[in-house]
């Protein structure tokens, strides 16, 4: 079956530490996308990609980056400078990132947790 | 800039109950617009879509119409079931040189009750 996956699914930072959340498809989409989530604010842009080896901030790139060397994934990193990343983290992907109807899918999400 | 506003929740409605969750936007072009779900504990799924004036998206029951006059994508259903609790995100989208990005609302919460 043709999906996204996300791990871990709960992950647990501890203070000054950069944590790695991974991401990958089998959908053969060209571009891909890291959304984080909080309670009453709907999904925020972080990064996206529309092509290997190139990649562009979003809404609230301050205190994550990202890789993209390999077509199926897109691993988000939450370093120590983002202050409050308490949040659920979602993954999507879409065909090529251009058409105007063009449906993003997404995976299960990661549960990012400061200890 | 762009923006999505939608009605507050949560909304409580009895099983078979007509619903309505309120969408109204603000664009800087000529939008293509979207409702997604969340069932608890999981990611997005598309519900519906349309991408021009007058478009009427369906999908399970659901439909939305994309009103230009009105800034407004309204997501129905004429009958309600308890399966269908869960979060709904208006969503659009303006084709610029920056990819395909989706601008949402904060969500709306359906609970449905026997």
């Known amino acids: 079956d043709g999906g996204i996956t996300q791990s871990p699914k709960y992950l647990f930072r501890k203070e000054g530490q950069n944590v790695t959340l991974s991401c990958e498809q089998n959908l053969n989409h060209d571009a891909m996308y890291w959304y984080r989530q909080d309670p009453g604010q709907g999904l925020r842009l972080i990064y996206y990609s529309q092509i290997v080896n190139d990649f562009q901030k979003g809404d609230i790139a301050e205190g994550y980056s990202v890789s993209r060397e390999k077509k199926e994934s897109f691993p988000l990193t939450v370093t120590s400078a983002q202050k409050n990343p308490t949040a659920f983290y979602l993954c999507a992907s879409s065909i090529n990132g251009i058409d105007r109807g063009e449906t993003q899918y997404f995976g299960p999400g990661t549960r990012l947790l400061v200890l | 800039g762009n923006s999505v506003t939608q009605m507050e929740g949560p909304v409580t409605l009895s099983e078979e109950a007509f619903l309505t969750i309120n969408c109204t936007y603000t664009a800087t072009g000529y939008p293509s617009l979207f409702w997604y779900v969340q069932y608890p504990g999981e990611g997005l799924q598309l519900l519906l879509k349309?991408?021009?004036?007058?478009d009427k998206g369906s999908n399970k029951g659901f439909e939305a119409t994309y009103r230009k006059e009105t800034t407004s994508f309204h997501l129905e259903k004429g009958s309600v079931q308890v399966s269908d609790s869960a979060v709904y995100f208006c969503a659009l989208r303006i084709l610029t040189g920056g990819g395909n990005k989706l601008t949402f609302g904060t969500g709306t919460q359906l609970k449905v009750e026997l």
């Open positions: 349309a991408t021009k004036a007058d």
